[in-house]
């Protein structure tokens, strides 16, 4: 079957370099969900080569016209340009790292390639979040991207807390009564505020969410637990200890 060209936004997730100046580009793509593409001639010495490469680093947000075959693990783009420029993430090394953790935790989640709108919607949201936040919103933002990404891979946490039901078991994904009798699980304060960060329907409202640091990269890393006990080979996130030094 010959390859059909589309039309399709997408999230960069992972440039490799190949060849002398050309690179393989993993991209979360609209339509088609994760796809890797080969894309000649964007590394030429020429000044009009470099410019090119850029548009392909981690969270950058592009419009597209792809050829697609389902048979074909490397398809080709044909036309590429920026869908959003970004004001800070690209240059702004706290930002930077934020995207490159929830580019991470995306990919790990990503494993068939199928389109899925509502989660493209969702990334592509959060991204343009980090990109305009403030400091307050930046830093709760990967709590609140890890805890609802959960939601499009079928193992979102039950938000039914309340004094009562006070455990979070996170072998369970929901909060009860008593102390599990497996060391995965959160109690007070952590389970309080993850109530709280579940609650959260916009990342405008993280503002309001007081924590310290040292706090949130605590809550990180059992998120990080978490996804480790739902997802196979999940292993462990390489950006996170880059995050937690950048955001001290």
């Not at 699980?185 to 609650?199: G, I, N, P, Y």
Request: hydrophobic share 40%.
């Amino acid at each position: 079957m010959p390859d059909k060209l589309h039309k399709t936004r997408g999230i960069v997730l992972r440039t490799v370099k190949y060849g002398e100046t050309s690179i393989i580009v993993t991209i979360f793509t609209e339509l088609f969900g994760v796809q890797s593409y080969l894309v000649n001639g964007v590394r030429s010495s020429s000044k009009k080569g470099t410019g090119k490469a850029n548009l392909f680093q981690p969270s950058a947000m592009l419009d597209l016209v792809v050829y697609h075959n389902e048979l074909k693990h490397l398809n080709r783009i044909k036309e590429f340009k920026w869908n959003y420029l970004y004001q800070h993430i690209l240059s702004d090394v706290r930002k930077n790292a934020v995207a490159l953790f929830m580019v991470e935790l995306l990919t790990k989640c990503l494993k068939q390639p199928e389109g899925n709108p509502e989660l493209f919607d969702f990334t592509e949201d959060c991204f343009l979040q980090l990109d305009k936040s403030n400091n307050a919103i930046m830093a709760n933002l990967p709590l609140f991207f890890a805890l609802h990404l959960t939601h499009f891979f079928g193992f979102r946490m039950t938000d039914d807390y309340s004094p009562e039901k006070s455990y979070l078991d996170m072998n369970e994904g929901g909060f009860v009564s008593a102390q599990p009798d497996h060391p995965h699980f959160l109690e007070d304060k952590q389970a309080a505020v993850t109530s709280q960060l579940l609650k959260v329907m916009q990342p405008e409202e993280l503002g309001d969410i007081k924590l310290n640091h040292d706090f949130r990269r605590k809550l990180l890393y059992l998120y990080e637990t978490y996804y480790a006990l739902h997802i196979p080979d999940f292993g462990t996130m390489k950006s996170l200890p880059v995050l937690r030094e950048v955001l001290n």
